[in-house]
């Protein structure tokens, strides 16, 4: 199972360099910088490592946890490729980027009430790696919103409401 999803985590990042590439040519072609890009792609690699970690260390030192460390680099890696994919559309498209809103204050309250929920679940240790994982998912979420624009507050937010959800293996508790 181990080699299954590291082969499926390779070709997923495989698929987000590809992806990646692309918007670079794109910004380039428009005349655009792509440091703000690369700023939010280096945050994604921060927070997709800590989030990874946390599940990782979640069901250590069960035999799953390598597994599921795996398997959480290719969600991840997936969902960003699609982001990527879809900014893509966006900047070859007549319309262009919209203008960032701010998030929508449902999603933004659904994620402060699953994360402290899974808090006042996990050891101190735990709590720790989470709030880590948090903070640079937060640090993304901002700066690929700063090029995105349009509702990619919202849609990343509700994108890590499903991440936290996807990392639990216990009773449904949100």
């Not at 409401?161 to 949100?174: I, R, T």
């Amino acid at each position: 199972m181990r080699t299954c999803w590291s082969e499926q985590d390779r070709a997923a990042n495989d698929g987000l360099k590809s992806a990646y590439a692309r918007v670079v040519a794109a910004l380039r072609k428009d005349g655009a910088a792509t440091a703000p890009l690369t700023d939010a792609q280096v945050a994604w690699n921060a927070a997709r490592d800590k989030t990874c970690a946390f599940e990782y260390r979640q069901y250590l030192p069960g035999t799953i946890a390598p597994l599921l460390g795996v398997e959480c680099d290719t969600r991840m890696t997936q969902a960003r490729t699609q982001r990527l994919v879809e900014l893509r559309g966006a900047l070859q498209s007549a319309r262009g980027r919209a203008a960032l809103q701010a998030v929508s204050p449902a999603a933004q309250a659904q994620l402060e009430r699953i994360y402290v929920l899974y808090l006042d679940r996990l050891t101190a240790d735990l709590r720790a790696s989470l709030t880590s994982a948090q903070t640079a998912w937060l640090v993304y979420r901002e700066r690929a919103c700063g090029v995105e624009g349009g509702r990619c507050l919202t849609a990343l937010t509700d994108e890590r409401v499903a991440e936290l959800k996807a990392s639990w293996m216990g009773e449904v508790f949100w």
